[in-house]
């Protein structure tokens, strides 16, 4: 009995120095350190981190010109203020300084801080490359140093039951670019796509960017996704089954868990994202519901973690997938039912259901060499570039095109059809069978055994093409409407100036649609 009283003793002891020392850690949280970017204005940065209950901590930012304090109580042994609205700019220095109760003092700091914008990077094994692996390799990691004030990021591949308040581990701490930094190894860090869109902004931009990277290759959006968005979006049986990926998460929320959650309090300026291989073949036909979800849960979530910081309605970035070559799909419309998913079945963003979004079409960036195969391509530098035209556009104001060619009109009268976009366009003619028509009093063209058939295109002008349809009543419509609908840079209808392709769309009733 006094064996096992000492025993229980020791446990309690252990227990309480387990939480005496929990509580008296002192210091920023996992993704604040030396290096890093913080959000300009308008909004304030949060910082948050971990202290003594009861204590004081006083946040000083040290600049040129600036000296701003701040001041945060500990609570759960947690503390957290938001700094003022800062100009872009640095460096400055950040002191925190903890007063404990019984009077004494601890300070942390962290120096090199820039503020600019701070985007966050998310998605599967596309947004993973790393830029050792894109086109071009050499050159554009030998460009890396020429950029010191873009700042990279990257969270460590964890999974969670639960919700984390902080990442559990950090894969790359921010850093200045180098060639080691985004070259590190493949599909490690730093992801190409990010750093490219980073780069290119700057380029714009001229002040500081902040690139967060949070990814992780074959990633189904389910485990990226709250379970608010899968309750809303998906029936419980239906999440019962998993998809067939290996080395991946599979189990719902578990990414969103461990890899989004804790960066809740980070005040960002946006998200780009690059992800949907994966949900080819499980819970496509959810995704149109899912994905949509997923942007409204994580603009709530982060607005709310950033104690209003981060805007409720943050610009959010895609890629509308391109396509991996395999014999057993060559057949299937897996991609392109998933590229319209993507857009909330609209074809275009930004749109009624998804607003302030941007959408880098990649459909014609395919990569049959790519080394670590065609799910893979290797040309990151035109999605970084085609993103970059939405945010310039979309989120910075920019008068720039950003958007492919689009339908405006369709007339169908005497078995031609009449197709106007809504802007000039650059008809290629490199692929004459990517329009296709569907005779509505032969079938239901929205049934997935409906009868499509070429649409020869017959004439064309600078922002209309004229199609045969031989149908005797209405028809469906649509075009480039095959998982590989085109070879590199080659489908048929591009923006005037061959820099945008039109995206794919479907129309299953012409006449019941005049304008868009």
């Known amino acids: 009995m006094d064996l096992v009283w000492r025993c229980l003793c020791i446990i309690c002891t252990l227990a309480v120095s387990i939480r005496h020392s929990f509580e008296q850690k002192f210091d920023f949280a996992s993704y604040y350190g030396d290096?890093?970017?913080?959000?300009?204005?308008?909004?304030?940065?949060?910082?948050?981190?971990?202290?003594?209950?009861?204590?004081?901590?006083?946040?000083?930012?040290?600049?040129?010109?600036?000296?701003?304090?701040?001041?945060?109580?500990?609570?759960?042994?947690?503390?957290?203020?938001?700094?003022?609205?800062?100009?872009?700019?640095?460096?400055?220095?950040?002191?925190?300084?903890?007063?404990?109760?019984?009077?004494?003092?601890?300070?942390?700091?962290?120096?090199?801080?820039?503020?600019?914008?701070?985007?966050?990077c998310g998605g599967q094994s596309n947004m993973e490359m790393t830029l050792s692996q894109v086109i071009n390799s050499s050159e554009e990691l030998s460009q890396a140093v020429k950029f010191h004030d873009v700042r990279v990021f990257s969270a460590a591949l964890e999974q969670s039951e639960t919700e984390l308040y902080d990442l559990p581990r950090v894969l790359l701490p921010w850093s200045v670019p180098s060639a080691e930094v985004l070259g590190a190894g493949n599909f490690t860090y730093f992801s190409a796509v990010c750093w490219l869109f980073g780069r290119y902004l700057y380029a714009k931009l001229k002040y500081p960017i902040g690139l967060v990277e949070s990814c992780w290759g074959g990633t189904i959006i389910e485990t990226w996704s709250s379970p608010r968005v899968l309750q809303k979006c998906i029936p419980a049986r239906s999440l019962s089954r998993l998809p067939k990926v290996e080395a991946a998460p599979l189990q719902s929320s578990v990414l969103w868990n461990a890899m989004i959650h804790p960066l809740l309090n980070m005040t960002i300026k946006g998200v780009i994202w690059y992800q949907g291989e994966s949900n080819t073949d499980y819970h496509r036909d959810f995704y149109n519901c899912t994905f949509p979800a997923m942007i409204d849960d994580w603009r709530e979530s982060f607005h709310q973690g950033s104690m209003k910081q981060t805007a409720e309605d943050f610009p959010f970035g895609f890629v509308q997938e391109s396509f991996t070559v395999l014999l057993t799909q060559a057949c299937s419309e897996d991609y392109p039912i998933l590229r319209w998913h993507q857009t909330a079945d609209m074809g275009f963003v930004p749109n009624a259901r998804m607003k302030n979004t941007f959408m880098a079409v990649s459909l014609d960036l395919v990569d049959d060499r790519s080394p670590w195969g065609s799910i893979h391509p290797r040309y990151k530098q035109d999605v970084a570039f085609r993103l970059t035209l939405g945010a310039r556009a979309v989120v910075y104001g920019e008068k720039v095109s950003f958007q492919g060619p689009f339908p405006s009109k369709i007339n169908y009268t005497e078995k031609v059809v009449d197709v106007t976009f809504s802007q000039e366009i650059l008809y290629k003619g490199f692929s004459g069978d990517l329009f296709q028509f569907c005779c509505t009093d032969k079938t239901d063209c929205s049934s997935a055994y409906a009868a499509w058939e070429t649409a020869q295109v017959v004439d064309h002008s600078s922002n209309s093409v004229r199609l045969l349809a031989p149908c005797s009543n209405d028809i469906g419509l649509r075009y480039a409407w095959f998982n590989w609908p085109c070879s590199f840079k080659k489908c048929l209808i591009y923006s005037a100036d061959d820099i945008l392709p039109a995206p794919p769309f479907i129309f299953n009733h012409v006449r019941k649609y005049k304008k868009w």
């Open 35 to 120: 290096y890093m970017v913080l959000q300009r204005e308008p909004a304030g940065a949060v910082i948050w981190g971990y202290g003594s209950n009861g204590a004081n901590v006083t946040l000083t930012l040290l600049g040129n010109v600036i000296n701003i304090s701040q001041i945060a109580q500990v609570v759960d042994g947690k503390w957290k203020a938001v700094l003022p609205p800062m100009k872009p700019g640095g460096p400055f220095t950040l002191a925190a300084r903890q007063e404990n109760t019984n009077g004494n003092v601890t300070v942390r700091k962290i120096t090199d801080i820039l503020f600019g914008d701070v985007w966050l």
